[in-house]
C-alpha cells in the first residue's frame, strides 16, 4: 500500500445551509444581493458575520457588474455555510476577465474593491468555470467561547498566490 492509499483525503465539510440566485447586471442587482445576503446570514445565526459578508458580497457583485457583464447572461451569487465556513462565490461570463489585486492612487475612483475583499476574507480567489469564473470570499464561523479569544480578525494582503485547485488567493 501507498502513502496515498494509507490515509484517505479529508472529505469535504457538510453543508449547513446553501442559497444562490442569478441577478441581472444592472447597479440595483448589487443593492439587492446585499441586502438578501445580510438577511439570510443573520437567519442561519450568524450575526457577526451579515455586516462583512454583505460588504463581500456588493465588491463582488460590482466586479461582476462593471467587469464580468456579458449581454443578456445574469451573473450568480452563491451562498455557502459550513461549521467553519461561511463562502460568498460570485460567478461571471467573462473567464478570460481575471480579476487582480492592485494598488490604487489616491485619485482614482476605481480599483479598490479586491484590496477591500482581501482585508475582510479570511481567503479568496478566483476559480474558472466551462464558461467565465467565479470569484469568492470566505469569513471564518467563530463561535465565542472560553477558549476562543474574541476580537478583530487578523488582516491579511498581499501579492496573489495560486492553489493546487487553480483558484488565485491572497498570501
Known amino acids: 500500500m501507498t502513502a496515498a492509499q494509507e490515509s484517505p483525503a479529508p472529505s469535504p465539510e457538510p453543508v449547513l445551509r446553501r442559497d ?20 439570510l446570514v443573520l437567519q ?17 457583485a460590482t466586479n461582476a457588474l462593471l467587469h464580468g457583464a456579458v449581454r443578456g447572461r445574469l451573473f450568480r451569487v452563491e451562498l455557502t455555510l459550513t461549521a467553519s465556513t461561511l463562502r460568498i ?16 492612487e489616491d485619485g482614482d475612483c476605481y480599483g479598490r474593491g479586491l484590496a477591500v475583499v482581501a ?13 467565465g469564473k467565479t470569484v469568492f470570499a470566505e469569513l471564518a464561523v467563530r463561535r465565542p467561547g472560553p477558549d476562543v479569544p474574541v476580537g478583530p480578525r487578523v488582516l491579511r494582503a498581499g501579492p496573489p498566490g495560486v492553489r493546487a485547485s487553480g483558484a488565485v488567493t491572497p498570501r
Do not use: K, M
Open 89 to 104: 462565490a460570485v460567478s461571471d461570463a467573462r473567464g478570460e476577465r481575471v480579476p487582480l489585486l492592485r494598488v490604487a
Open 44 to 60: 442561519w445565526g450568524h450575526p457577526e458575520l451579515a455586516e462583512d459578508a454583505a460588504l463581500l458580497v456588493s465588491e463582488l
Open 119 to 131: 482585508r475582510i476574507a479570511d481567503d479568496w480567489g478566483v476559480e474558472p468555470r466551462s464558461v
Open 20 to 39: 444562490g440566485l442569478g441577478y441581472t447586471p444592472t447597479t440595483r442587482s448589487v443593492s439587492l444581493c446585499r441586502h438578501r445576503t445580510a438577511r
